[in-house]
């Protein structure tokens, strides 16, 4: 079992910034390839971008490509997600995926999900 619990979120200004982390407990952080996800209400669950376990390969969605940055501590069990530029269309419910799947975009390859955290991004 892998318990995974984001913070961070809240209220920002359009072209604003806010700083994602999900820590996790349980089983080896480190086997794991963390990915973000977002859903935003009426819309399916979509796939941000994803990070290997070493952390040394990330790839985002073409939505968030050059203004989202994923980066994890091993050390400290934490993933996160840095968002720039934010548009009122990031606004969203971003759950934080642990998988065994190193290419994993589908929320069908997510072993474990976290409870989400709400982002806001006001016009």
């Known amino acids: 079992q892998v318990q995974l619990v984001e913070s961070g979120g809240g209220l920002v200004q359009a072209g604003g910034s806010l700083r994602l982390s999900c820590a996790a407990s349980?089983?080896?952080?480190?086997?794991?390839?963390m990915g973000w996800f977002r859903q935003a209400p009426g819309k399916e669950r979509e796939f941000v971008g994803t990070?290997?376990?070493?952390?040394?390969?990330?790839y985002g969605s073409d939505s968030v490509k050059g203004r989202f940055t994923i980066s994890r501590d091993n050390a400290k069990n934490t993933v996160y997600l840095q968002m720039n530029s934010l548009k009122p269309e990031d606004t969203a419910v971003y759950y934080c995926?642990?998988?065994?799947?190193?290419?994993?975009?589908?929320?069908?390859?997510?072993?474990?999900w976290g409870q989400g955290t709400q982002v806001t991004v006001s016009s």
């Open positions: 995926a642990a998988s065994t799947i190193a290419t994993m975009r589908r929320s069908a390859d997510i072993d474990y």
């Open positions: 990070i290997s376990r070493s952390g040394d390969k990330t």
């Open positions: 349980g089983r080896a952080f480190w086997s794991f390839a």
